[in-house]
């Protein structure tokens, strides 16, 4: 098969980190696959290997027509069998290319709740439930952000299918991982260490993780907390801890493509969003035996399970948030018991090859449906 994956932008993003991924693993597989971004790549460009990796530098607006001949000039040159559209503007964009040529396959993966980001009865969401009656399929990465889709958008449940994201698995001592750590943000490697991964934009809730982590500081005062991301609330939260006098506690990492490398240097995760789907992140630090401190969100609950894999609370109280954090940096074997626990849990459901397996099943059926 001939297989273009779209992404908004060559970006390390979740989405889009899970796309390359997948790409990788489907030229692995024997199929030809192209990597490719709408807009300009940011200066850290993601890169899908053993693919080829476009960007079509488009201009971000409503719409852009000269985005639109790119994407049709590009389709008509590799006739994809397959289009996967990996976020809203990629599903746009490939269904208006769909109507100059009705023969192109859609595939759209959702990972979020649509709910969140469309006001019931606007006009995005009437534009998006047209968008979906030209798609083949969609796949979503959990179950609860797929019934919101459905009911969302009245989309076809036959037409859909639960794919679970696939966690590469790699191997890192601890010990040797936290003193790097350590020595690039200049503290002590004994002093237990926090991380949180991901953008730093409204959602993700920065300003609640802090407030949290000011009241750990209270009970474990050589508590460490480390930020790994960049985005549009970077500098006003970096800004806040110095002012605050937190930056003896509170470390900024920025961009970073080894983020497994640092979950194996930590000793606890967390995840303070508002909005979420089910999140990449929380199962990387599975894969390195990390818990996860939560708050339920969206499909945040699929993959912490409360008690089990981290502790898991129902709305944002910064005071149950703390001690949650609090109680498994204190209690060790506790804490290793849930990290144990969240690595087989991902082993058991997020491998690569059940990943790959569900979309090449996904993608033959629809090209079997059409002949």
Same mark, same amino acid.
């Given at each position: 098969?001939?297989?273009?994956?779209?992404?908004?932008?060559?970006?390390?993003?979740?989405?889009?980190?899970?796309?390359?991924?997948?790409?990788?693993?489907?030229?692995?597989?024997?199929?030809?696959?192209?990597?490719?971004?709408?807009?300009?790549?940011?200066?850290?460009?993601?890169?899908?290997?053993?693919?080829?990796?476009?960007?079509?530098?488009?201009?971000?607006? /409503?719409?852009?027509?000269?985005?639109?001949?790119?994407?049709?000039?590009?389709?008509?040159?590799?006739? /994809?069998? *397959?289009?996967?559209?990996?976020?809203?503007?990629?599903?746009?964009?490939?269904?208006?290319?769909?109507?100059?040529? /009705?023969?192109?396959?859609?595939?759209?993966?959702?990972?979020?709740?649509?709910?969140?980001?469309?006001?019931?009865?606007?006009?995005?969401?009437?534009?998006?439930?047209?968008?979906?009656?030209?798609?083949?399929?969609?796949?979503?990465?959990?179950?609860?952000?797929?019934?919101?889709?459905?009911?969302?958008?009245?989309?076809?449940?036959?037409?859909?299918?639960?794919? @679970?994201?696939?966690?590469?698995?790699?191997?890192?001592?601890?010990?040797?991982?936290?003193?790097?750590?350590?020595?690039?943000?200049?503290?002590?490697?004994?002093?237990?260490?926090? *991380?949180?991964?991901?953008?730093?934009?409204?959602?993700?809730?920065?300003?609640?993780?802090?407030?949290?982590?000011?009241?750990?500081?209270?009970?474990?005062?050589?508590?460490?907390?480390?930020?790994?991301?960049?985005?549009?609330?970077?500098?006003?939260?970096?800004?806040?801890?110095?002012?605050?006098?937190?930056?003896?506690?509170?470390?900024?990492?920025?961009?970073?493509?080894?983020?497994?490398?640092?979950?194996?240097?930590?000793?606890?995760?967390?995840?303070?969003?508002?909005?979420?789907?089910? /999140?990449?992140?929380?199962?990387?630090?599975?894969?390195?035996?990390?818990?996860?401190?939560?708050?339920?969100?969206?499909?945040?609950?699929?993959?912490?399970?409360?008690?089990?894999?981290?502790?898991?609370?129902?709305?944002?109280?910064?005071?149950?948030?703390?001690?949650?954090?609090?109680?498994?940096?204190?209690?060790?074997?506790?804490?290793?018991?849930?990290?144990?626990?969240?690595?087989?849990?991902?082993?058991?459901?997020?491998?690569? @090859?059940?990943?790959?397996?569900?979309?090449?099943?996904?993608?033959?059926?629809?090209?079997?449906?059409?002949?």
């Amino acid at each position: 098969m001939v297989i273009l994956q779209l992404v908004t932008k060559r970006q390390y993003r979740g989405a889009e980190v899970f796309a390359a991924e997948l790409s990788g693993l489907l030229a692995d597989a024997g199929h030809t696959v192209y990597f490719a971004g709408l807009y300009k790549a940011p200066a850290n460009t993601l890169t899908a290997r053993s693919v080829v990796n476009i960007d079509l530098d488009g201009s971000k607006s /409503p719409f852009s027509v000269g985005l639109l001949f790119k994407l049709i000039k590009l389709i008509k040159k590799i006739k /994809p069998d *397959i289009i996967q559209a990996n976020g809203s503007d990629t599903l746009k964009y490939a269904v208006f290319a769909k109507l100059v040529n /009705p023969r192109l396959n859609i595939v759209y993966r959702n990972i979020s709740m649509v709910s969140s980001w469309a006001k019931e009865d606007s006009w995005k969401r009437t534009f998006n439930r047209f968008l979906f009656k030209k798609v083949n399929r969609v796949t979503s990465v959990g179950q609860q952000s797929l019934e919101d889709l459905v009911k969302t958008y009245q989309y076809p449940v036959a037409k859909t299918k639960l794919i @679970r994201r696939g966690i590469p698995s790699f191997f890192f001592d601890q010990v040797s991982e936290r003193k790097k750590i350590a020595a690039e943000f200049g503290f002590n490697a004994s002093s237990p260490l926090i *991380i949180h991964i991901g953008q730093f934009s409204d959602e993700k809730n920065h300003p609640f993780l802090i407030e949290s982590f000011q009241k750990v500081l209270l009970t474990i005062g050589n508590a460490k907390l480390l930020f790994i991301g960049e985005g549009k609330n970077f500098q006003a939260i970096q800004t806040f801890v110095n002012d605050n006098k937190l930056d003896q506690a509170i470390f900024f990492a920025g961009h970073r493509e080894g983020v497994q490398q640092l979950l194996a240097g930590s000793d606890l995760f967390i995840m303070g969003s508002t909005i979420e789907g089910v /999140p990449g992140v929380v199962l990387e630090a599975g894969m390195q035996s990390l818990p996860t401190v939560a708050v339920k969100a969206g499909g945040v609950g699929e993959v912490v399970i409360d008690g089990e894999t981290g502790l898991l609370l129902l709305n944002h109280h910064a005071d149950q948030f703390a001690a949650a954090i609090v109680t498994l940096l204190q209690q060790t074997a506790l804490r290793k018991e849930m990290g144990a626990n969240a690595k087989k849990f991902v082993e058991q459901h997020y491998s690569l @090859r059940q990943c790959l397996d569900a979309f090449e099943i996904l993608y033959k059926d629809i090209l079997d449906e059409k002949n």
